[in-house]
């Protein structure tokens, strides 16, 4: 659908009945997310708060939250975008269907930005004025949630060598200066790090502007992983069948159709304490220095409106964002590293933390034990592929008899029936992950492994729970799938080996220590949540009868050690 506006999309899903109105006075601190959690947990409807304490706009969350919602709003152009980003990612389809490949090759005018005068209808506001939106108690004050962050390249400036992405603005709070300074949280890897890196080698402040609202695909824009050299702007022109228009004031650019404008600099090596935050992974990013963004102006339409969501333990409504990205993509990333036949980045267990992938195993089709080589090429190529880089924790096995990569479940029966633990573990330490990860040494800093599996079934794996004896501080076994154990304690890891050692495991091909053995098994989405975001691979895996030869660590049995650190951050709490 062609939205000039978001007030037109907000109308659209009202008469769709997927839009409810909350006429009543909504307090922005902490009410108003308490009320978008719950509805989103029923999978409930787009939420307009139309009376919102101590601000004049309304404000709008949860129109992503469920796929089919995202995709009416898109329903349009969502086939077109699909198959622009197949040509884009593999050009030789063209060939295959040229009439098709130039109906979508013309929709392409949409790409294209569009330079209008600066918009009448905005009027200059302060920071003040927007809705304060605080959703955990433990924030450091109000956030953008649902910012599209832009900024160009002060070696090579231009509207189609721009970034739009949606990193984290702090609005109030710690020591900015009100109406005059906020925060910007972004993580190492994105494009605006970049652009700031070569901005401070210039001793140049970085232009930035931060647009709120506006048609839903730019939103959805500021999100997209996109092949490289694919502007978001182009994407988000495409998406919305309507160009991206932006204009120029002051040295900045102004997207015409947003609701809310913030313009500002970024002044080299100038920093100040941003968080703590509620985060994706389902705890707070702790208080750390960022770069601070100098007010310059900030602007509103008239009957602007305020978009914003919740970030938590997932699902939330930003994991409908990683399903409408899967809708459009398809098999893009698969497409892009070769042998790779699937990969799922675990929402449950905060995306970036977990990758399960599938891959072809072709380098040693005489060898009978499939020793895993070509998945180790592959899943190094995952590891430096965007987003995805970020992963701690890669599990790989090849395609043959291959699970559903996103039936966890069954992934993970399927491949602790096939690895070999003396052969298949594979570390990274001292590297970089996730900035929102506090499960590391240190912010940005952490461990990766990559665990590859190949073959035959190797063994049975038990569905009962094995009948053991546990030292002193240690209790409460239970199986969370087959072969799977958990166990809780506070003891010693070594107490907890030395003991185990000595019974017979059979059956079991993995054991995971936490501290709250009910609790984790009580699904399997608590499992993969608890192991994968408290676990840094290098510190926390240990084994029965560990062996270390030439650097590589095997074992019998691996132990993940997921209780809660000092260092960890606070988990969140409602």
């Known amino acids: 659908m062609a939205y000039r506006t978001l007030q037109q999309c907000i109308s659209d899903l009202e008469k769709k009945g997927e839009l409810i109105r909350i006429l009543e006075q909504v307090n922005p601190d902490l009410e108003m997310a308490s009320i978008h959690l719950d509805e989103f947990k029923k999978g409930g409807k787009a939420i307009l708060f139309e009376n919102v304490k101590g601000s004049k706009y309304k404000v709008v969350s949860n129109m992503f939250g469920t796929l089919d919602r995202s995709k009416f709003m898109f329903r349009d152009n969502l086939e077109i975008v699909k198959k622009l980003i197949n040509l884009k990612t593999n050009p030789i389809s063209a060939l295959k269907n040229p009439a098709d490949a130039l109906f979508t090759a013309l929709n392409g005018i949409y790409a294209l930005p569009k330079k209008v005068r600066f918009p009448r209808k905005f009027k200059e506001i302060q920071i003040k004025d927007l809705p304060q939106v605080k ?8 956030f953008i949630t649902l910012p599209q962050v832009y900024s160009e390249d ?17 609005l109030s709070g710690n020591d900015y200066i009100p109406n005059k300074e906020v925060g910007m949280h972004y993580q190492i890897h994105r494009g605006i790090g970049i652009h700031q890196k070569k901005a401070n080698e210039e001793g140049e402040s970085l232009k930035v502007s931060v647009f709120v609202g506006g048609p839903p695909s730019h939103t959805f824009a500021a999100v997209m992983p996109l092949p490289e050299g694919m502007s978001e702007l182009s994407f988000a022109g495409v998406l919305g069948k309507r160009r991206f228009r932006y204009s120029k004031k002051d040295g900045y650019t102004i997207s015409s159709d947003a609701d809310f404008v913030i313009c500002g600099e970024i002044h080299p090596n100038v920093k100040k304490p941003e968080g703590p935050f509620g985060d994706h992974l389902g705890y707070y990013s702790l208080k750390h220095d960022f770069p ?5 102006k900030v602007y509103a339409k008239e009957n602007a409106i305020w978009p914003f969501t919740v970030v938590g333990r997932p699902p939330q409504e930003d994991s409908q964002f990683g399903a409408l990205i899967h809708e459009i993509s398809g098999k893009a990333i698969e497409k892009e590293i070769p042998g790779l036949k699937a990969v799922n980045a675990v929402d449950a267990a905060g995306v970036h933390p977990l990758l399960l992938a599938v891959g072809s195993e072709r380098y040693t089709p005489y060898n009978p034990t499939k020793q895993p080589q070509e998945l180790l090429t592959i899943a190094n190529h995952i590891l430096g592929t965007g987003q995805m880089s970020l992963a701690k924790y890669v599990f790989i096995c090849d395609e043959e ?12 029966t399927h491949f602790l029936e096939r690895v070999n633990w003396k052969r298949d573990l594979h570390f990274q330490t001292k590297t970089t992950i996730d900035t929102l990860d506090y499960s590391g040494d240190g912010l940005n800093e952490g461990s990766k492994v990559v665990i590859a599996a190949a073959g035959k079934v190797k063994r049975t794996l038990t569905e009962i729970e ?28 070594k107490d907890l080996i030395y003991s185990l050692e000595k019974q017979s495991l059979e059956g079991i091909a993995l054991i995971t220590l936490v501290d709250d053995t009910t609790f984790t098994t009580e699904n399997f989405t608590n499992w993969l949540w608890l192991t994968f975001t408290r676990s840094n691979p290098a510190n926390d895996i240990y084994g029965l009868n560990a062996e270390h030869s030439n650097k590589h660590f095997s074992c019998s049995i691996p132990v993940i050690d997921a209780r809660i650190k000092e260092h960890h951050a606070p988990v969140l709490e409602r």
Request: charged letters at 20%; proline letters at 7%; one cysteine or more.
């Open 401 to 412: 008899n291959s699970p559903d990569v996103n039936n966890e479940k069954e992934y993970f």
């Open 135 to 142: 959703c955990w108690k433990e924030d450091g004050g109000a």
């Open 466 to 493: 094995p009948n053991i004896e546990l030292p002193i501080g240690f209790s409460n076994p239970q199986l969370v799938s087959n072969g799977n154990l958990v166990v809780e304690g506070k003891g010693e890891m």
């Open 154 to 170: 002060v070696e090579n400036p231009g509207i189609m060598n721009s970034n739009l992405g949606m990193y984290r603005v702090q």
């Open 292 to 296: 601070v963004l100098k007010i310059h």
